[in-house]
Nanobody
Framework: QVQLMETGGGVVQPGGSLRLSCSAS????????MGWFRQAPGKEREFVAS????????YYGDSVKGRFTISREVVKNTIYLQMNSLKPEDTAVYFC????????????WGQGTQVTVAS
């Protein structure tokens, strides 16, 4: 069984920074991509960023472009999300996800980590 574990959430003031990490453990799997999604209270889950596992190509949602950076560390089966210039509207539970090779969608999910941006 595969587990995705997020760490790094917390409370930060507007304009501040946080870095999230997501590590995959358990049964080895081949990933096509890994990414971050978020869900704020009363809202639908939103795509934040993703990264192609093979070549590191990143993709970003419009609301975070220029502020967030996704990266990966292949040998550690880990991805990161560096979040800068945080805004109150970034407040949400952030979920790590993986799309396995052959899957048509993101099919592995972590439990989520809370990010709160408030003064």
């Amino acid at each position: 069984q595969v587990q995705l574990m997020e760490t790094g959430g917390g409370v930060v003031q507007p304009g501040g920074s946080l870095r999230l990490s997501c590590s995959a453990s358990g049964r080895p799997f081949a990933a096509h991509a890994m990414g971050w999604f978020r869900q704020a209270p009363g809202k639908e889950r939103e795509f934040v960023a993703s990264i192609r596992w093979a070549n590191g190509q990143p993709y970003y949602g419009d609301s975070v472009k220029g502020r967030f950076t996704i990266s990966r560390e292949v040998v550690k089966n880990t991805i990161y999300l560096q979040m800068n210039s945080l805004k109150p509207e970034d407040t949400a539970v952030y979920f790590c996800s993986a799309q396995r090779v052959g899957a048509s969608r993101y099919d592995l999910w972590g439990q989520g980590t809370q990010v709160t941006v408030a003064s």
